[in-house]
Every structure is written in structure tokens, then in C-alpha cells.
């Protein structure tokens, strides 16, 4: 193999859901987190963390 560290997965079609978690990972990108903007994972985890409150906020719908 050319690759030997290289792994390759399919994802099932009955597996909607990963098309969701890869559209949050697409918004989390452009809106909260740059490549190289941190210094240590505590800061990633902070900003990730501020985000998904802010969204859970912005979302969260009371009946």
C-alpha cells in the first residue's frame, strides 16, 4: 500500500446524520475557529464551548 497510515471509511447511507454534524462542523469553522488561531486546546475548547452556548441560545425555542 502506497499510503500505510491511510484509512478509508464509508459511510452508510442510512447514516443521515453525519451530513448534520458535518454542516456544524462547517459553521463552527467559518464562524468561531481558524486554523493556527490558538495557542493551546484549553483556548479551542473555550471558543468552541462560547459558541455552542451562543447557538444552543439563538436556537432554543420555548413552548
Same mark, same amino acid.
Given at each position: 500500500? @502506497? $499510503?500505510?497510515? *491511510? !484509512?478509508? !471509511?464509508? =459511510?452508510? &447511507?442510512?447514516?443521515? $446524520?453525519?451530513? @448534520?454534524?458535518?454542516? $456544524?462542523?462547517?459553521?463552527? &469553522? @467559518? +464562524? /468561531?475557529? #481558524?486554523? %493556527?488561531?490558538? !495557542?493551546?486546546? %484549553?483556548? *479551542?475548547?473555550? +471558543?468552541?464551548?462560547?459558541? &455552542? /452556548?451562543? /447557538? #444552543?441560545?439563538?436556537?432554543? =425555542? =420555548?413552548?
Amino acid at each position: 500500500m @502506497q $499510503w500505510p497510515r *491511510l !484509512h478509508v !471509511h464509508f =459511510t452508510p &447511507t442510512y447514516a443521515s $446524520w453525519i451530513n @448534520q454534524v458535518e454542516g $456544524w462542523f462547517g459553521i463552527i &469553522t @467559518q +464562524k /468561531a475557529i #481558524r486554523r %493556527g488561531s490558538f !495557542h493551546n486546546v %484549553g483556548e *479551542l475548547t473555550g +471558543k468552541v464551548n462560547d459558541f &455552542t /452556548a451562543i /447557538a #444552543r441560545r439563538r436556537t432554543t =425555542t =420555548t413552548y
